[in-house]
């Protein structure tokens, strides 16, 4: 499986820069800007797009009575980069949720009616830091996003790299998503009204939302 080090290393063969030695501490400029936006990059790459290997399910604890519409609030996970679905602990789909932020505890927060239950049960992007656990087809997304981020930077912004980069990345979404979601072993039917509403989507064509791919 890749690591950091090979991640830096594709973008910057993608951008026709030298290899570096050291994630950590880079030798070349290129490696420095590289390094520098990796993380929010590898986020920003879990959190656009579904990943069945950093998808997790998980209980969250109720924080206390709402301060908004709703009745409860319950503590939105701090690896948390992509809520999918919220359930009851019974296992019973709720659909009629909002995220927000709770002053008292400074923290995000899910509020809900769930009469008062001690736990909610979420499925869920994990903040997957461990490059040994992403899968093949993944990697080489963020690779390619890593290289459009650091692109203008690198090449100046009059280089023409960018719009070839983006064309292989878009071929290489329509593979990555494609087969991730193949892959999943359970069914979860239709996703909500307000959960296609969240996703971008006006259509009203039934979708499993194990092939939604995000815009």
Known sequence: MATKLEVLNRSLGWLGQPS?????????????????????VRREVLSCYLWNFAEVTADTERLGDSESLY?????????????????????????DYRIGY??????????????GASTLKLIYNYDVENMFHWSPMA??????????????????????????????LTEELKDAVAVDGQEQKYP????????????????????????????
């Not at 400074?106 to 769930?114: A, F, G």
């Not at 009059?158 to 719009?163: A, D, P, Q, R, V």
């Open 71 to 95: 009745d409860d609030d319950y503590l939105y996970p701090q690896k948390c980069l992509k809520l999918l679905l919220v359930m009851s602990d019974e296992g019973e789909r709720l659909d």
């Open 139 to 168: 990697v080489s997304v963020l690779s390619l996003k890593l290289a459009i981020g650091g692109c203008n930077a690198i090449l100046g912004k009059e280089n023409n790299m960018l719009s070839a980069l983006n064309d292989l």
């Open 102 to 115: 709770n002053v008292a505890s400074d923290t995000r927060v899910i509020q809900i009616d769930n009469d």
């Open 188 to 215: 979860i039917e239709e996703i909500s009204e307000i959960e296609r509403a969240r996703l971008g989507y006006d259509t009203d064509e039934p979708m499993n939302v194990l092939n939604v791919q995000f815009p």
């Open 20 to 40: 570096i030695n050291d994630p950590d501490t880079p030798e070349s400029t290129a490696g420095k800007i590289l390094a520098a936006i990796y993380d929010q």
